[in-house]
């Protein structure tokens, strides 16, 4: 059946383990990561037959992100049509509520279920396979958003592989009121790795093991973060918040992706709310998110 507009809710992710490889040619580096999409959505409407592209965002972080081509959205729907001729006239209605620039995808989420939408509102019929690949032009994380749950990310990030995890694990995300660059992050931790011999990446079986036996502390101990250094020396801040969390009892703490978000895992609903009520009076975070992992990836809520 033909549909006039199709919704799509997207989450956020956290790396629970993030291993940088040195810099390659491309400006990338290699990476060994573990992705877990969390229980925090964006969504995204598309509607066609609209007499130019225009997008309108609202929630919680719509004035930090471009309503106009600039946004990451906007080369979605010009890469689609170019690849698969859908529609450019579409009227896109954002609702942001992932931190923008915070290291949780926000922009590649959104992405992601513009793809998806793309793909339901035109009937293109797109494969999981065809849907990746236009993920991966896009943005590193952006074909992990379209799956979610918890997976390993290799090359970019971008080439994904499901990881079996049992359980739900229990997020508290420090968030802070102004983003970083992740290009910014990446430099930074080049040059303090500047004369180091750098490894490979490898993924870290140990938290696979923790993963695949529902075991909150061992994920705790496991997590690990590469970029972390680097994302404190540009945000010194960041040590504080990471100090809370280890002192309000956190089975583990870690800066998300290229931050400046810290996700804290805590092990139930209590702990949950005890940090975050630690973390809001402390006064050094912007905002505080409770939210439980993992979750599934980009998935049409609406559509009429
Ligand atoms: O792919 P995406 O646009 O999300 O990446 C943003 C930036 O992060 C890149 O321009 C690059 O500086 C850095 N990056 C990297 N290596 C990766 C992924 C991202 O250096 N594997």
């Not at 291993?19 to 066609?48: C, M, N, W």
């Not at 080439?159 to 290009?183: C, D, F, K, Q």
Request: hydrophobic letters at 40%.
């Amino acid at each position: 059946m033909r549909h006039h507009s199709v919704e799509v809710q997207v989450p956020a992710k956290i790396n629970l383990q993030l291993a940088v490889g040195p810099l390659e040619s491309d400006g990338y580096h290699q990476l060994v990561t573990v992705f877990q999409a969390i229980s925090l959505y964006d969504s995204v409407k598309i509607s066609r037959d609209a007499d130019e592209f225009s997008i309108s965002i609202t929630g919680d972080y719509a004035n930090a992100v471009p309503a106009d081509e600039n946004n990451l959205i906007y080369k979605a729907i010009d890469l689609m049509a170019e690849k698969h001729s859908s529609q450019k006239n579409v009227l896109v209605e954002v609702k942001k509520n992932i931190p923008v620039a915070g290291g949780m995808a926000g922009g590649s989420a959104d992405a992601a279920a513009t793809i998806l939408a793309v793909d339901q509102l035109f009937e293109l019929n797109l494969s999981r396979e065809e849907m990746a690949e236009c993920a991966a032009q896009l943005g590193a994380d952006v074909p992990f958003m379209l799956n979610g749950g918890t997976a390993v990310g290799r090359g970019r990030g971008d080439e994904i592989t499901p990881a079996l995890s049992r359980g739900t694990y229990h997020w508290v995300i420090a968030v802070s009121s102004t983003g970083l660059s992740t290009p910014a992050v990446y430099g930074e931790c080049d040059r303090l790795r500047t004369g180091l011999p750098i490894k490979q990446p490898q993924l870290n079986e140990e938290l696979l093991q923790a993963l695949l036996s529902a075991d909150s502390e061992r994920v705790g101990k496991a997590l690990s973060n590469d970029l972390q250094a680097a994302a404190c020396s540009l945000r010194p801040a960041l040590r504080l918040v990471l100090d809370i969390g280890n002192e309000y009892g956190a089975l583990g703490g870690i800066v998300s992706g290229s931050g400046p978000s810290v996700a804290f895992l805590v092990a139930d609903e209590d702990q949950s709310l005890d940090l975050a009520v630690a973390l809001t009076s402390s006064g050094v975070v912007g905002s505080v998110i409770r939210a439980q992992g993992p979750v599934q990836g980009a998935r049409v809520v609406a559509h009429n």
